[in-house]
Structures are given as structure tokens and as C-alpha cells.
T-cell receptor, first 117, second 110 residues
Framework: GAVVSQHPSWVICKSGTSVKIECRSLDFQATTMFWYRQFPKQSLMLMATSNEGSKATYEQGVEKDKFLINHASLTLSTLTVTSAHPEDSSFYIC?????????????FGPGTRLTVL | GQSLEQPSEVTAVEGAIVQINCTYQTSGFYGLSWYQQHDGGAPTFLSYNALDGLEETGRFSSFLSRSDSYGYLLLQELQMKDSASYFCAVRNTGGFKTIFGAGTRLFVKA
């Protein structure tokens, strides 16, 4: 199957700092990538859709100025958590769909665990 | 908007069969997917139903009834390694966006 990587796999930062998370599709091109956030024992909540060459589309309630998304190329999307606070501590997962038409499979990265002190 | 409902927990014994149900409400429907997630790991794709009926992949099968807005995941010959969270997810029309249910934690006992 296709491979999606994330970097870093975990990060600890101080409150008020910014953290950048990278998501790469390693063996396919992804014009669209998705960013999810997951709190312990909860579901994956879609934060935004990252679109190559255009602005990201954010879900209702997600602050676009706090969670900056850049889709720099067909294989790379980055999520920057600006001025992070302890409540931003979570598991951040990206995914990329591969396939055409009615069927496609979402390939998920391994996730990035963010802890804000 | 979209909403999905699935049981929060299911417990079964090794070798048994378990069915995890999912009902959904969505404005536009393009397909129902199932994902498995072990603690600390990322979700992995299990199956996808765009049309009514049963899809079988090894020990796992998934069923969809669009008229009932209902689907289920069937796991056969349960193994200890199947202990994980299972999420149903819907794709709405117009894109690849996928919305996940709350997840069902499956505990497989010896």
C-alpha cells in the first residue's frame, strides 16, 4: 500500500512556542491531504483539508490563524500550531487519499504526539 | 451535517464472531469505510462500501444498506491482536472528506 510519513513523531514544547508538523506522501502524489486531531480515547476530528496550490479549507470551529496549513508540493503538507498552549496537546494525524473516482483509500501517517508544557 | 453512531465497547472471546454496527446521518453520501486503530498507532484502512451489500476481505466483512443508513463490520475467527478501536467513517459527496464515528473499542479475551 501507499506510504505517508509524518515528522516529528513526537514533540514537547513550551507554552507560547510554535510547532511545525510535516506530512509527506512517499510514493504517490497527493493534491489533497487531511489533518486530524485525536484526544485520548476519542475519535479523529477533521481539522482541515489541505489543497496543493491553494488555501486550506478549515472545519467549523478550527482557528485558521492558529493552525497554519501549507501544501507546498504534491507530496508535502505542513501544519504549524502557533502559540501552542497545553490544551493543544493532542495526537495530530494526517492522511492522503489515493485512487480515482468512486473509490479511494485514505492512507494515514503514523501521527505526531504534541505535548505542550 | 454528519453524524455516526456505533457502540462504544464490545467484548468477545478468541475464535468468536463479532459484529460492530454503524448508523449514519449525512447530507450526501458517497461511501462507508471502516478503520482499525491500535492504541498509540494510526488508523489503518479495512474496507469500503459504496454500494449495498457485503464486501469480504479475509476474516473481515463489511455490509452496507443505504436505504437504512446502516452498515456493519463483521470480524470472524477473532484473535487477540484484533483488540483495537474500530471506526466507521463516511465520505460525503463532492470530495474525499471523511468524517469518523466515535469508535468502538473491541476487547478480545482468551
Amino acid at each position: 500500500g501507499a506510504v505517508v510519513s509524518q515528522h516529528p513523531s513526537w514533540v514537547i514544547c513550551k507554552s507560547g512556542t510554535s510547532v511545525k508538523i510535516e506530512c509527506r506522501s512517499l510514493d504517490f502524489q497527493a493534491t489533497t491531504m487531511f489533518w486530524y486531531r485525536q484526544f485520548p480515547k476519542q475519535s479523529l476530528m477533521l481539522m482541515a483539508t489541505s489543497n496543493e496550490g491553494s488555501k486550506a479549507t478549515y472545519e467549523q470551529g478550527v482557528e485558521k490563524d492558529k493552525f497554519l496549513i501549507n501544501h507546498a508540493s504534491l507530496t508535502l503538507s505542513t501544519l504549524t500550531v502557533t502559540s501552542a498552549h497545553p490544551e493543544d496537546s493532542s495526537f495530530y494525524i494526517c492522511s492522503a487519499p489515493k485512487g480515482r473516482g468512486a473509490y479511494n483509500e485514505q492512507f494515514f501517517g503514523p501521527g505526531t504526539r504534541l505535548t505542550v508544557l | 451535517g454528519q453524524s455516526l453512531e456505533q457502540p462504544s465497547e464490545v467484548t468477545a472471546v478468541e475464535g468468536a464472531i463479532v459484529q460492530i454496527n454503524c448508523t449514519y446521518q449525512t447530507s450526501g453520501f458517497y461511501g462507508l469505510s471502516w478503520y482499525q486503530q491500535h492504541d498509540g498507532g494510526a488508523p489503518t484502512f479495512l474496507s469500503y462500501n459504496a454500494l449495498d451489500g457485503l464486501e469480504e476481505t479475509g476474516r473481515f466483512s463489511s455490509f452496507l444498506s443505504r436505504s437504512d443508513s446502516y452498515g456493519y463490520l463483521l470480524l470472524q475467527e477473532l484473535q487477540m491482536k484484533d483488540s483495537a478501536s474500530y471506526f466507521c467513517a463516511v465520505r460525503n459527496t463532492g470530495g474525499f472528506k471523511t468524517i469518523f464515528g466515535a469508535g468502538t473499542r473491541l476487547f478480545v479475551k482468551a
